[in-house]
């Protein structure tokens, strides 16, 4: 019976994983469809659409997928979505932005309040959180991509901002509206990005504890479970030794 339990658990953890993995492809279908809907559906001429299939890519998703979303766009029935931020407070105080791309506004609104409350949190007006944040173009190298000087030089001939790198990594940070540029200029140098993104990176943090980082990881995976929700940041800060808990 142990090894049945066993074998249950594992079936279990598979299906919970590939109902994780099937969220996050729609999502990012979502995202191709509707960016190749407001521009050409060319990546090569719509840096949108380019930015949204690299990021599929990044995690995997199959390459018919991508297609099957681009043609979705072309073929004139795709839903028109609505792109919509909402900002909240979650657990701690935590600043929370929830990106959004909808069919019906009402419905993906009251969704989403009612999860704040649920999980401890509470939704705000636009612009209560906001300012906690910068948008910035995000741009993620492996490692081996090279050195953190060679990164950095690279960086810096491209026009980014600020450069990470550590032992998993490099991230590049640039203004907004130079992140085609930028991670244009980079893959002539460094070879392609793991991803690249447009993300909203916190300028003030609010530190969590244990029990705090556990009710807002369930705000966030309930927030994340809503098929309208594409994205969701938030501003927490927590040592090494809580998230090793965690």
């Known amino acids: ?119 401890g949190g509470n939704m705000g007006e636009t612009g209560s959180v906001v300012f906690m944040f910068e948008r910035k173009g995000e741009i993620t190298y492996p490692a081996e991509a090279g050195d953190a000087e060679t990164v950095l030089m690279a960086a810096i001939e491209a026009g980014a901002e600020d450069v990470e790198s550590g032992e998993d990594g490099h991230v590049i940070w640039c203004a907004d509206t130079d992140l085609n540029d930028v991670a244009t200029a980079l893959e002539a140098q460094l070879g392609e990005s793991h991803s690249t993104r447009l993300v909203w990176k916190p300028n003030m943090t609010t530190e969590m504890d244990l029990e705090g980082m556990q009710k807002l990881m369930k705000l966030i995976e309930a927030l994340e479970d809503d098929d309208d929700v594409q994205r969701v940041t938030t501003n927490f800060e927590a040592p090494d030794e809580v998230m090793e808990q965690l």
């Open 1 to 119: 019976m142990a090894g049945h339990s066993k074998w249950a658990n594992i079936q279990h953890r598979k299906g919970r994983q590939d109902a994780v993995r099937a969220k996050l492809f729609s999502k990012f279908s979502k995202e191709i469809t509707v960016a190749a809907k407001m521009g050409d559906p060319d990546p090569e001429k719509n840096p949108r659409l380019r930015m949204a299939i690299k990021e599929a890519k990044s995690q995997s998703m199959p390459k018919d997928n991508i297609e099957r979303a681009i043609k979705k766009a072309q073929g004139g029935d795709a839903d028109d979505y609505e792109e919509i931020r909402y900002e909240g407070y979650g657990p701690g105080g935590v600043a929370v932005i929830v990106e959004a791309m909808t069919d019906n506004r009402n419905r993906t609104a009251s969704n989403v309040r009612s999860t704040f409350t649920k999980q």
